[in-house]
């Protein structure tokens, strides 16, 4: 790889995660970008948040990866569905930035949360970058829909200390529709994650009218529970927040009559979860 492929004198930091940023790497020629997803010597970035209270424990840096296969129809970072739209940052680059707040994210209870788009899709890079961070005494984090799951080694999963897991509703025909594919890569990853011990919060956007379904959410909390490793399950509200990417990017935007739901949609939603022992929330 060259480094005159990639610009590392790009802000790595977004404003926020509703910035839309598009083509940053499309002077990245397609082997470079092969060889990236291949060894995980650069990834493609959508861009950084230091200082999230909201994406893990304590304190967080946030890398917002590029490139996701699903499809959901409240995504509301879709400019981080195609990989072009991520800045390609080398791993070195990487971890020097995470290095500059490592004392921070410490005293802070956090650490990394790499999230996006679907990190998984950059499987080698974000190995790479939990090594990394973990070299650092980085707490790590990945937030994904574990639909690629199968692709890190029993041993790789070392390096992640928590999941935050995607679960988006229940049943394959209704996951199909909700995001364009199954669920079960989703629950076997759960499942392996559940056997190898390692901790899991599951995240769950409530969609009134789309995702409340009473017994898909019983069906979830039913899961969540039998796994034994799912320290929390967070109940998000769905936001229109996204919107207008959808519309700059010229998407079809199927969720415009939809509403966020009220504070007691979601206590009744975390009721029903509690029910099932999970800890909602
Ligand atoms: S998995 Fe996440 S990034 Fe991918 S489409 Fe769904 S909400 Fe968007």
Request: charged share 25%; proline share 4%.
């Amino acid at each position: 790889m060259s480094t005159a492929q990639t610009d590392q004198t790009l802000p790595l930091e977004g404003e926020s995660p509703y910035e839309l940023r598009v083509d940053q790497s499309r002077h990245v020629s397609e082997s470079a970008v092969t060889h990236a997803l291949a060894t995980g010597d650069m990834g493609f970035i959508h861009s950084f948040t230091t200082g999230s209270a909201v994406d893990g424990p304590g304190m967080r840096v946030v890398a917002w990866t590029a490139g996701c296969q699903w499809r959901c129809l409240y995504c509301h970072n879709p400019d981080t569905w195609s990989m072009i739209n991520g800045m390609p940052v080398t791993i070195e680059h990487a971890a020097e930035a995470l290095n500059k707040y490592r004392h921070g994210l410490k005293a802070m209870g956090g650490g990394l949360t790499i999230s996006g788009g679907e990190p998984l899709l950059q499987d080698r890079f974000v190995v790479k970058f939990c090594r990394a961070a973990k070299a650092l005494g980085v707490h790590t984090c990945v937030e994904t829909n574990g639909y690629l799951g199968e692709r890190i080694g029993d041993d790789e999963i070392a390096s992640i200390d928590l999941v935050m897991l995607g679960i988006k509703t229940w049943g394959d025909e209704k996951h199909r529709k909700l995001v364009g594919k199954d669920i079960t890569p989703t629950l076997q990853f759960a499942k392996r994650l559940a056997h190898r011990r390692r901790p899991i919060w599951i995240r769950f956007v409530l969609v009134p009218g789309l995702t409340d379904d009473a017994e898909d959410l019983k069906q979830i909390g039913q899961f969540a529970a039998g796994l034994g490793n799912v320290e929390r399950l967070e109940v998000l509200p769905f936001h229109q927040l996204g919107k207008y990417k959808w519309e700059r990017l010229g998407l079809g935007y199927k969720l415009a009559d939809f509403h966020a739901p009220s504070p007691d949609q979601i206590e009744r939603a975390c009721e029903v979860f509690r029910a099932e022992g999970v800890n909602a929330l």
